[in-house]
């Protein structure tokens, strides 16, 4: 069955960009940083149209985030800000749902990308890329809002936190204060090379009662 | 040559305790439960008197960040907080800098356990441990300030978060937002259990210029 996954690089202090991203500064400043240990290997290469490249497990990890994969969801935040450094042949490929407040029209661009503009709130995004992506599966891709809002609505079936060994200082959180008490994560799976540690979460366990 | 290392455990959201700790609920409401991984561990329960427990390799890294050890340093917060749960003979065997504002006289406790208070900051008391230790490692147990102050400070040689799977949605953040852009904190060693994710962090690596 298509399974729905998240996937997010963040700061060990727990930022996804940062400070101060805008459309100007994507990322916030510094924020290329969280991304760092993805430009220079093999399969994200080969995903923007480059040879060559890093084959090395870090490499593998990414494209296992992709391989199956029909249909992305993410943020009108990130889609403003990715929008220009995206260019013409965004490395998507794939239909991609945007969780906006603001209807527009689909959003053809070179490659397979398709933006479609979602009013609905993260489930309808979520429902649209299901159907989207035919039977493969969704992978939301951020930022954090969008994949705090699945995480609690309970759409997703794995969070893979894509932990950089920084402290970024400042920025976006991936997770904000809430109430509600604990809620479990269990860890499925950890590896590491010197340029990120991948943490394989289990958003469906049950947390035990209080 | 002696080490100053410090341990901490932290939520995946960054928390070190649960939201409104205080002297009558020492790790906030739920906070216990990022300490879970220890309580039922074989070298735990032997700091703390009793037999049997899990022999684990979670208990050999906890023991790790003991054995060298031969003074710590907490926080005036933590001190306060833990005073009653520690009970009379606390589990740690050895002096204990408490790093406060108020002055006090030092606190000899049953099983080699001895506070001392120090007035003159973290420096203060980390060189003051040091000197206690005899040549034997110093070790930072939290609270998170007293963590971030030796942090700032370059005091640390060794960070081991030991990162529990759950969101605890609010309490003590373990890094507040502070500007100076980011700082890289190597992982030298990640291990990891069903219950913990131990990640080691090299703080006295020196961070690129911008």
Same mark, same amino acid.
């Given at each position: 069955? *298509?399974?729905?996954?998240?996937? +997010?690089? $963040?700061?060990?202090?727990?930022?996804?960009t940062g400070p101060d991203d805008s459309p100007a500064v994507p990322l916030g400043h510094d924020g290329e940083?969280? /991304?760092?240990? +993805?430009?220079?290997?093999?399969?994200? !290469?080969?995903? $923007?149209?480059?040879?060559?490249?890093?084959?090395?497990?870090?490499?593998?990890?990414?494209?296992?985030?992709?391989?199956?994969?029909?249909? /992305?969801? +993410?943020? !009108?935040?990130?889609?403003?800000h990715?929008?220009?450094?995206?260019?013409?042949?965004?490395?998507? /490929?794939?239909?991609?749902?945007?969780?906006? /407040?603001?209807?527009?029209?689909?959003?053809?661009?070179?490659?397979?990308?398709?933006?479609?503009?979602?009013?609905?709130?993260? *489930?309808?995004?979520?429902?649209? *890329?299901? +159907?989207?992506?035919?039977?493969?599966?969704?992978? $939301?891709?951020?930022?954090?809002? $969008?994949? !705090?809002?699945?995480?609690?609505?309970?759409?997703?079936?794995?969070?893979?936190? @894509?932990?950089?060994?920084?402290?970024?200082?400042?920025?976006?959180?991936?997770?904000?204060?809430?109430?509600?008490?604990?809620?479990?994560?269990?860890?499925?799976?950890?590896? @590491?090379?010197?340029?990120?540690?991948?943490?394989?979460?289990?958003?469906? *366990?049950?947390?035990?009662?209080?």
């Amino acid at each position: 069955m *298509a399974r729905v996954t998240a996937d +997010i690089s $963040v700061s060990l202090d727990g930022f996804v960009t940062g400070p101060d991203d805008s459309p100007a500064v994507p990322l916030g400043h510094d924020g290329e940083r969280l /991304h760092r240990w +993805i430009y220079n290997l093999s399969t994200w !290469r080969a995903r $923007v149209g480059l040879d060559g490249g890093e084959a090395s497990r870090d490499a593998e990890i990414l494209e296992e985030g992709f391989a199956t994969v029909g249909a /992305h969801v +993410i943020g !009108r935040r990130m889609y403003d800000h990715g929008e220009k450094p995206w260019g013409d042949e965004p490395p998507f /490929h794939l239909p991609v749902f945007v969780v906006t /407040h603001e209807s527009r029209p689909v959003l053809r661009r070179s490659g397979g990308t398709r933006f479609e503009f979602v009013t609905g709130g993260v *489930a309808a995004a979520v429902s649209q *890329a299901l +159907i989207a992506a035919g039977g493969r599966d969704v992978s $939301v891709l951020g930022g954090a809002s $969008v994949l !705090r809002q699945c995480l609690r609505a309970g759409l997703l079936d794995e969070v893979t936190l @894509h932990v950089v060994p920084v402290l970024m200082g400042d920025g976006q959180r991936l997770f904000d204060r809430v109430s509600g008490g604990p809620r479990e994560l269990p860890v499925t799976r950890v590896e @590491h090379s010197d340029e990120v540690v991948h943490l394989k979460l289990d958003p469906k *366990a049950v947390s035990p009662p209080r």
